[in-house]
């Protein structure tokens, strides 16, 4: 018996190894790829979304610097966080969540930058980069042999993806366990009312994620957004086109929405069509005391700083 523990105590350190081996070579090749100067070929290069920042890496950075304040609250239960030691932290007494697992775990206590179009639909609507993401490319090959695919295969290989990947308007900050739990289930209506994390009114089923309802409006216009930014690239499903529509009406746009579309235009450099013209209204019958909404390409800034553009 005690040899068999042996074994077994082997076999596990050994595939630790291999795996973090694997792993580790893995983000060295995109650490690798992130830092060298990126060409934008031109096509893409006038796709009306982001086109500034490739890294999501530096997209989570401005999103907790200078989008949202040291303080807020997360997306989907409602839950004020905070920053200590330059880290998110998640406030549980006033917004009902309660952990999955007894004792609760890291990604309960901590914000996660959640991708509201999650990352696979957008990796997977096109047939390209749908193949790419399923069987991998002749680039994705880590420095020891290893063969990888997926997000972090795209994440190499192609620009549209990362500058999809890396759009703040797409980019919420949500409690971990519930971004990990949501995964990439659809947006979609659940029969019922069944919560598993305490009251946070967070509701999940097969393939399907039901948001609180004063986030839903919010859901249905970044849905929107993303198709209008990256046409070709990406489409909002038919099957939940209506639903969508119908949230956009249902919870319409308010004013910390469009103070946070205002920063992000600050930071990334593009307008949000859809939001644009909803928070004109919005901005002006509440006074606010910041610059209004701008609209039309002749007030869009300098979109090309960061990047060469291939003529």
Known sequence: MNRVRVVLLILSFCQGIFANTFYRDIIEDVSVLESEPLTIPTTVAELPG???????????????????????????????FYTEDTKLKVKHDDCGFAPLKPGGTDRDKKVEWEHVVPASHLGKHREDLKKIWEEGHPECVTGSGKVYKGRQCLEKVSIEFKLMQADMYNL??????????????????????????????????????????????DVARTYLYMESAYPGLYAVPEEIRDLLNEWNQKDPVDVFECSRQRKIFDEQGNRNPILSPLCESVMHSESLTETPVLTGIEALPPRFHSLELNP
Request: hydrophobic content about 25%.
């Open 50 to 80: 982001n086109v500034s920042n490739p890294s999501f890496s530096k997209a989570k950075r401005i999103l907790q610097q200078k989008i949202y304040e040291p303080s807020g609250r997360t997306v989907y239960c409602g839950c004020e």
């Open 172 to 217: 919420y900050p949500a409690i971990g366990s519930v971004n990990g739990y949501r995964s990439d289930r659809q947006m979609g209506e659940i029969p019922g009312e069944e919560y598993i994390f305490g009251t946070c009114d967070a509701e999940f089923a097969k393939g399907v994620f039901e948001p609180r309802d004063e986030f839903r409006g």
